[in-house]
């Protein structure tokens, strides 16, 4: 098992469930690049510490763990660092070798090896990941889920709030289902910007 020391950026150290398994951070970065992932694709297989490289680097002998290993749905494979920009920039003599020896061992397994910093986790769709993430395993009744989808297609230019003022019944319902359908897929909206009800929604 995975041994989580405290970081030195961050003391947000934890499991995460995913419907693959169990990821496992050591930062809150970390954290956010487990949800982000999670949340882009229900079948990606996420490992923490997958593997430890060993390496010469000159004369010393040095080792290189990377942070995870992603198998995602659609049969790809990345090899993942997290770090912040901060880090990378003051320790970057330090971390290049080996993460040249990452992305050798990668390409030898048809894998990509990648850094992800938070310019590239945290944001709008980060955002939107934690808020829908949570409701893709919750219930929704299936007759409130037939009359959204109906709305969706019929509303002319519809928009999140359009739907949900043509469901009937009780408005927080409506709200709700409207959100769950989102967060599984079966509304798509711009997960790049905030969603409100003004947002423009389309059956997937």
């Known amino acids: 098992m995975r041994r989580i020391p405290l970081s030195r950026r961050s003391h947000v150290t934890g499991f995460q469930p995913l419907p693959t398994g169990t990821a496992e951070h050591e930062s809150a970065l970390e954290r956010d690049f487990v949800t982000l992932a999670a949340f882009r694709d229900a079948a990606a297989a996420i490992t923490s510490q997958p593997i430890t490289l060993r390496f010469r680097d000159g004369a010393a002998a040095r080792r290189y763990t990377p942070d995870f290993l992603v198998r995602w749905g659609d049969g790809r494979t990345d090899l993942v660092e997290v770090k912040y920009r901060a880090d990378l920039h003051a320790n970057w003599s330090k971390l290049r070798p080996g993460f040249v020896v990452a992305r050798a061992w990668a390409r030898e397994r048809g894998a990509s090896f990648r850094i992800a910093t938070e310019r590239g986790i945290r944001g709008v769709r980060l955002d939107n990941a934690k808020r ?25 230019q519809p928009t999140f709030g359009r739907v949900v003022d043509a469901l009937a019944g009780d408005r927080a319902a409506a709200l709700g289902t409207v959100w769950r359908l989102i967060a599984r897929g079966a509304l798509a909206v711009d997960l790049t910007a905030p969603i409100g009800l003004d947002t423009p929604i389309r059956p997937s």
Do not use: K, W, Y
Request: proline content about 12%; overall charge neutral.
């Open 132 to 156: 829908l993430l949570p409701l893709r395993g919750a219930p929704i009744d299936v007759a409130a889920v037939e009359c959204a989808m109906t709305a969706a297609r019929s509303v002319p």
